[in-house]
């Protein structure tokens, strides 16, 4: 067993076996700055990590000259351009992992089925399995959309701890795509208690007329949403009632799924 790390302040910090601290610490101030919207400062990320100031320094000027971060004018740190690249080749691998669940949904109820990930303040589709009808549909496998006016941002929001959520909104300017869409932040809370209470959520037109769309939320650590999706006429009260369960074990066995891939990868050998 290896000697425990010693921080900047002369304490002895313990390290998990076979892991390496300085990219944990890394990887642990690259998912603050998300938590926090993409953009901080050094005080704040001190203050969320607990680390000390002279660490996050380094870290961070290391990030920067990677192109993971950068800064700002004002002195603050954002996540930088590079991570664009990793963030769409993993949601891509995420989404052919998925098709399979996917594809089962649409022989279950024909109508198409799709998975989201939160990507900063937005939403990312990164798979798609078509419904049993042909119908144009605006959702696309690499297409970002605000959460505000989808199933699955609304089941997302609802999902995450409450200061992730109103982060989030901070940075969502409510558009109003159609007449439908929710516009009023004080409504829009209200509609996320409603997701919270039934489980799941429901688009009635607010991104597309015509289109309704219903949404569950992966409960894990992967930041997702399964989701049906078609026509008004044909996403009946009915088949809703019907869809939520088949959506909720979707959900499930992907995270069982994600669970045991990620079980296998840690035990496995360096």
């Known amino acids: 067993m ?131 009808h042909s119908m144009r549909m605006f959702t696309e496998v690499g297409r970002r959309v605000s959460p505000h006016c989808t199933a699955v941002g609304k089941a997302l929001l609802a999902q995450m701890p409450a200061e992730r959520t109103r982060e989030i909104l901070r940075h969502t300017d409510l558009v109003a795509h159609t007449d439908n869409t929710i516009t009023d932040l004080g409504a829009f809370e209200r509609e996320l208690d409603r997701v919270r209470e039934a489980g799941y959520a429901v688009d009635e037109g607010e991104q597309e007329l015509g289109v309704r769309c219903v949404a569950v939320a992966l409960d894990g650590s992967l930041p997702a949403a399964v989701s049906i999706s078609g026509p008004t006429t044909r996403m009946t009260d009915e088949l809703l009632r019907s869809a939520v369960p088949k959506l909720q074990a979707t959900a499930d066995v992907l995270v069982d799924e994600l669970a045991r891939q990620q079980t296998n990868g840690a035990s496995a050998p360096a």
């Open 2 to 132: 290896r000697k425990a790390d010693i921080g900047d302040g002369g304490e002895a910090a313990p390290a998990r076996s076979g892991t390496v601290q300085s990219v944990e610490r890394a990887i642990d101030l690259l998912e603050a700055m998300t938590d926090a919207g993409g953009t901080v400062g050094l005080s704040q990320l001190a203050a969320t990590s607990g680390l000390p100031l002279p660490t996050i320094y380094r870290l961070m000027r290391t990030l920067v000259g990677r192109g993971y971060v950068r800064q700002e004018s004002s002195r603050e740190y954002a996540l930088g351009p590079r991570l664009v690249r990793l963030g769409d080749t993993a949601g891509r691998l995420v989404g052919v992992w998925a098709m399979p669940r996917l594809t089962e949904l649409v022989d279950a109820i024909g109508e198409t089925a799709n998975l989201a990930l939160m990507e900063g303040a937005q939403v990312v589709y990164v798979a798609q399995a078509p419904g049993r």
